[in-house]
């Protein structure tokens, strides 16, 4: 459900002028909430994302509204964001923290050793006390 949002004009009394706002939307429907996402121009053609969720509620006496919320996301961002999505979208998907420090490789040569060291530390038991009263 992809639209392109056309160059809108505005006429202002004999000039015209052309106002690019929305470059791009994408419109997902997930259960009772829309998803918008909105590619937008500023006046020096920067362009920005707004991301719009739409969920329908009805309000006093039965009357039906859309409660809005909005976020906006610049170009500086997009990289950190989409890091910050990936990561927690695959936490969610994984059911792992992904962001704890991988495990070390098992490295037989370096654990022998390790286990040497602690095994004589905790080894060397001295007996010539044993039996003196």
Same mark, same amino acid.
Do not use: W
């Given at each position: 459900?992809?639209?392109?949002?056309?160059?809108?004009?505005?006429? #202002? %009394?004999?000039?015209?002028? $052309?106002?690019?706002? !929305?470059?791009?939307?994408?419109?997902?429907?997930?259960?009772?909430? @829309?998803?918008? &996402?909105?590619?937008?121009? @500023?006046?020096?053609?920067?362009?920005?994302? @707004? $991301? @719009?969720?739409?969920?329908?509620?009805? %309000?006093?006496?039965? +009357?039906?509204?859309?409660?809005?919320?909005?976020?906006? *996301?610049?170009?500086?961002?997009?990289?950190?964001?989409?890091?910050? *999505? +990936?990561?927690?979208?695959?936490?969610?998907? #994984? %059911?792992?923290?992904? *962001?704890?420090?991988?495990?070390? !490789?098992? #490295?037989? =040569?370096?654990?022998?050793?390790?286990?040497?060291?602690?095994? =004589? =530390?905790?080894? #060397?038991?001295? &007996?010539?006390?044993?039996?003196?009263?």
């Amino acid at each position: 459900m992809e639209e392109e949002a056309g160059i809108q004009e505005v006429i #202002n %009394g004999h000039d015209e002028k $052309i106002i690019k706002e !929305e470059i791009f939307t994408k419109v997902v429907r997930a259960g009772k909430r @829309t998803y918008f &996402f909105d590619v937008k121009a @500023t006046r020096k053609d920067d362009y920005y994302l @707004t $991301i @719009t969720e739409s969920k329908k509620r009805l %309000g006093k006496e039965g +009357k039906v509204f859309y409660e809005k919320h909005k976020i906006f *996301l610049y170009k500086e961002d997009f990289e950190k964001f989409s890091e910050g *999505l +990936k990561d927690a979208v695959a936490y969610i998907g #994984n %059911g792992k923290d992904i *962001l704890k420090a991988p495990e070390p !490789e098992f #490295n037989a =040569e370096i654990n022998e050793e390790k286990s040497a060291l602690r095994a =004589e =530390e905790f080894t #060397n038991v001295e &007996f010539e006390d044993l039996g003196k009263k």
